[in-house]
Every structure is written in structure tokens, then in C-alpha cells.
Nanobody, 122 residues
Framework: QVQLVESGGGSVQAGGSLRLSCAASIYPGGRYCLAWFRQAPGKEREWVVGLTTADNTHYADSVKGRFTISYDNTQNILYLQMNNLSPEDTAMYYC????????????????WGQGTQVTVSS
């Protein structure tokens, strides 16, 4: 059973930075996509970025150049470094996993963390 536990959310002013973490218990040697999604109040859950075990990444256009995904395979922790945050980035951020390639559709991910809130004030 894959388990994902996020941490690192909080409140920050526009232009600030946060780093989210996701402790991922996944089977060693498996082929996974580990991804971050976010959901703002009243909006659908949206793709942010994904990383495959082959180190292929795919970013949403809205976060390119500002967010960076990485994975520490010694501790099995997925990170999301978020820089130059804006109020539009305010959302609940979720870590997700699926076997195989990344997919921007949240419906394709069977494994989810509980989410961590990010609030950016202007």
C-alpha cells in the first residue's frame, strides 16, 4: 500500500517562498509518477508538476520557472520548492502517486496524501 504524507504548508506574503515535503512509502524499484496537485476553494483540483522515477518532469505553465520538484531517494521524500509565490497560488496542495507515466488528470492517481494548505497574501 502506497502512503503519502505532506508537510510544509503555511502562510507567506507574495514574492515569498515555501518548500513542501511528501514522505512517500513506495515499493523500491517500481516505476512511479509522483506528482503535486492543488485545489483552490471553489475550483477543480489541478495539476502542478510531476516527476517519474526516470527523472522526467512536467510542469504546469502557471508554475514554470517558479516551482521545482525533486525527490530524495535515500529518504523517499518528494519536495516542491515554490518561489516567487503569488496569491493565485493559494490552495490546498496534494501529493499523489500512480504507477507508470505521469498524467495531468487527477482521476488517474489512486494514491493521495491528506493535503497541506498554502496561503499567499498580497
Amino acid at each position: 500500500q502506497v502512503q503519502l504524507v505532506e508537510s510544509g504548508g503555511g502562510s507567506v506574503q507574495a514574492g515569498g517562498s515555501l518548500r513542501l515535503s511528501c514522505a512517500a512509502s513506495i515499493y523500491p524499484g517500481g516505476r512511479y509518477c509522483l506528482a503535486w496537485f492543488r485545489q483552490a476553494p471553489g475550483k477543480e483540483r489541478e495539476w502542478v508538476v510531476g516527476l517519474t522515477t526516470a527523472d522526467n518532469t512536467h510542469y504546469a505553465d502557471s508554475v514554470k520557472g517558479r516551482f521545482t520538484i525533486s525527490y530524495d531517494n535515500t529518504q523517499n521524500i518528494l519536495y516542491l520548492q515554490m518561489n516567487n509565490l503569488s496569491p493565485e497560488d493559494t490552495a490546498m496542495y496534494y501529493c499523489a502517486a500512480r504507477v507508470g507515466f505521469c498524467d495531468i488528470s487527477s482521476a488517474r492517481y489512486p494514491y493521495w496524501g491528506q493535503g497541506t494548505q498554502v496561503t499567499v497574501s498580497s
